[in-house]
């Protein structure tokens, strides 16, 4: 009897073990802890994502925010540590500019698993940790960072809030600043009145968008260009030239005369001035129904030209009215047009540059008086384009006694 009292004790003890033993009670402990720490993982990487939103100025919308009462804003202090706005009322930059976000206060029971999350999960925030006592206690650091009593104040924090900050540099406000009623001071040329440092001031302006003179600023060309509606009117034979951005009326030459059916006119790029053809005079009408153009050729082994009565942008047309045949010539009235010479004409002078008119073949050459009878270089140095042309002698000069502007330019040997 005693011995069947012994093992019948001995199955219930081993039963009561089997079912209330610790070993029994791991897993549902084990998974406790888990949904604990996951929930309060939750909870820290909901305050990331809303501090994050808040740097790049958008908003972070989730139902994470509201359940934890996650809240993120700016908050800027000045030198003596006390709330100020950040946009420094537009007239001075905080000292200091933080980006803080906070939660709902953890149990206390939380705090050593939320310490443990820290640490293993968000250990280079940095700045992201429990608020206990006035400092915030980050997980994997022994550092405690002390909040300014303004900015406790300012949250009222509570202990056990997750707090998340970041500083950064708050950038100049945009000042404004007022102006006088009006300008107590005259400035010379080539300057404006500003408003600066509480006072006018003369300063001097961009010319490339405030002209000076009688010039205008074009949009088109990107630069200053005389303004025709200050162009005065000149008495006699004077025309109005701009100088150093000014109009001014300038006398035509004296020491010679212009020939027949011919006028004076400035040339605008060297201010010289020069003889053409009378735009005014009325030219009598052929008497030729039909014209003919003569052959024109290149130089030695050039291909030959087709008769044409077409002549180029640099060129005008003459009729021999006892033949009836065309023939082209130079027309220096054109050397300042774009499409006879597209450089500046003024860019083109000096000791080592000329000017010169790219002759074809010497029987062109014979039908223009002005350099009928002189010399004309016709070599590979000179083009042919019948076209004004711009002589580079490089490091050489100019020959001048065989230049004859702006037809014939040549460099010295």
């Known amino acids: 009897m005693n011995i069947f009292l012994i093992m019948l004790v001995s199955v219930f003890m081993a039963a009561y073990y089997m079912f209330f033993s610790p070993s029994a009670r791991v897993p549902e402990q084990e998974t406790d802890y888990a949904i604990a720490v996951s929930d309060l993982r939750s909870v820290a990487e909901c305050a990331i994502a809303v501090h994050n939103a808040q740097i790049a100025g958008t908003v972070f919308d989730d139902v994470c925010v509201e359940q934890n009462q996650i809240k993120s804003e700016n908050i800027c202090l000045d030198s003596r540590q006390s709330v100020t706005p950040c946009d420094g009322n537009g007239i001075k930059r905080p000292k200091y500019s933080f980006i803080i976000t906070t939660t709902a206060p953890l149990h206390t029971s939380d705090y050593n698993n939320m310490m443990d999350i820290l640490e293993k999960n968000f250990s280079t925030s940095g700045t992201l940790g429990i608020y206990q006592d006035g400092v915030v206690l ?15 104040t300012k949250l009222e924090l509570e202990d056990g809030q997750l707090v998340y900050m970041t500083h950064y540099d708050a950038p100049d406000p945009n000042r404004a600043f007022t102006a006088t009623a009006a300008a107590d001071i005259t400035c010379p040329a080539g300057t404006t009145k500003a408003f600066r440092f509480g006072r006018w001031q003369c300063v001097g302006y961009n010319i490339k968008t405030n002209c000076g003179g009688d010039t205008v600023w074009n949009p088109e060309v990107m630069e200053c260009v005389p303004d025709e509606t200050r162009k005065p009117l000149c008495a ?42 009378d735009p005014n005079k009325t030219k009598s009408e052929s008497k030729c129904a039909n014209v003919v153009a003569k052959t024109i050729r290149g130089r030695g082994g050039a291909t030959l030209r087709l008769a044409s009565t077409s002549c180029t942008d640099c060129e005008k047309m003459v009729i021999d009215e006892s033949t009836c045949t065309a023939i082209c010539v130079p027309d220096i009235t054109k050397l300042l047009s774009h499409a006879c010479y597209s450089g500046r004409v003024a860019e083109c002078n000096g000791s080592s540059r000329a000017i010169y008119f790219g002759f074809p073949d010497k029987s062109y050459i014979a039908n223009v008086p002005d350099v009928a009878t002189s010399y004309v270089p016709l070599d590979s140095a000179h083009s042919q384009n019948r076209m004004f042309n711009c002589l580079d002698c490089g490091s050489g000069t100019i020959d001048t006694s065989k230049t004859i502007y702006p037809y014939v330019a040549a460099c010295n040997d």
Do not use: H
């Open 138 to 152: 980050s997980g994997g650091t022994a550092d405690k960072r002390t909040i300014p009593p303004a900015i406790r």
């Open 236 to 277: 006699g034979e004077q025309t109005a030239v701009i100088v150093e951005g000014v109009w001014e009326c300038v006398n035509p030459f004296t020491e010679r005369t212009c020939p027949n059916d011919m006028v004076a006119r400035l040339n605008y790029e060297t201010l010289e001035w020069e003889c053409i053809e």
